[in-house]
């Protein structure tokens, strides 16, 4: 072996010695300041919970509500509803849902069943026909001509009339007598009207309002002696406007309603119903309720909402 390998070795060894020991100093040193770190985290949690005992030590235990305290700003008062406004805001939230639903409530439909009574007529062939009527007050009613009277349209040989016409009152008939109608000479027609009065009763009398639009859905109720088997309550919505001055919807109109109410969502009476489609008990038509229906009814005032007050009656 020659000399400069010799050297060559030497000084390769000791170059790698030299590195292994550099790595050895710097490992050391790592982990020096790596234990010199968690000793000053140690201490300083020491630190930390000695301060913590000190203070539990020294103050006393109080205990703290967790209410919530609104604090209200200068120009943002905070508003504290009494009993009367919290009722106030139910009502109105409550009638905004009925409006736009369409409903009425189920009392004031309760109190308007009651203006309404079972009509039952008599010809001179002993046959009997039975309707509805509304009261209006000072014993006179509103309900159908071809109820109370004998239509030429529907009478070819004109023999037929009717002999006395009636009314249910606390389960007695009351005598009733015709003191006007319209020129109606065939059912379902916009004269198809009468005023029958009777002796004054104790009933509730119905308000008339003669200016209700009939706009297209808006909810009606209607109210009529459905096969005879009193006074019931049906429910729809208004149609369209008819050439002939009626008025179409989707109501019950079962043999016995004509006579009967069409109340809108006041419980204002707005109409009577008069007739069906041939063979359809669920397409009916109304004759809307017009001030001359109401010229020899007394009682009968037009205000600005075209209503009959029920003090006036």
């Not at 009425?104 to 062939?125: C, G, I, M, Q, T």
């Not at 109370?148 to 005598?175: C, F, H, M, W």
Request: proline content about 4%; overall charge neutral; aromatic content about 8%.
């Amino acid at each position: 072996m020659s000399v400069s390998t010799s050297v060559r070795r030497l000084t390769s060894r000791r170059v790698v010695t030299f590195a292994c020991l550099l790595a050895t100093a710097a490992s050391f040193f790592t982990l020096g300041v790596i234990h010199a770190g968690g000793n000053d985290t140690v201490a300083q949690r020491l630190e930390l919970q000695s301060d913590v005992r000190k203070t539990r030590r020294s103050e006393p235990v109080v205990a703290d509500a967790t209410v919530g305290r609104v604090v209200a700003q200068k120009d943002d008062p905070v508003d504290i509803l009494t009993p009367a406004a919290r009722a106030r805001m139910a009502a109105e939230i409550k009638q905004e849902i009925q409006d736009e639903m369409g409903l009425l409530p189920v009392h004031l439909l309760r109190e308007r069943r009651s203006s309404f009574v079972e009509l039952y007529a008599y010809d001179n062939a002993g046959k009997s026909y039975y309707g509805t009527a509304g009261y209006l007050g000072n014993g006179y009613f509103v309900t159908v001509k071809h109820a109370v009277v004998a239509l030429t349209g529907d009478n070819e040989r004109g023999t037929r009339t009717i002999t006395s016409v009636k009314v249910v009152y606390k389960g007695t008939q009351i005598p009733a007598r015709v003191i006007d109608t319209g020129d109606a000479d065939v059912e379902v027609h916009s004269g198809d009207w009468a005023i029958i009065q009777t002796k004054e009763l104790d009933l509730p009398a119905l308000h008339v309002d003669t200016s209700f639009a009939y706009d297209f859905a808006d909810p009606i109720f209607r109210l009529g002696n459905d096969y005879s088997k009193g006074i019931i309550l049906s429910t729809g919505y208004v149609g369209q406007r008819t050439s002939n001055g009626l008025v179409t919807c989707l109501t019950d109109g079962h043999p016995g309603v004509s006579g009967g109410g069409v109340l809108d969502q006041r419980g204002d009476l707005v109409g009577i119903p008069i007739g069906r489609m041939q063979g359809d008990y669920r397409f009916s038509f109304i004759l809307p309720m017009r001030s001359e229906m109401l010229r020899k009814v007394s009682a009968f005032d037009k205000t600005e909402r075209g209503t009959v007050p029920a003090e006036q009656q």
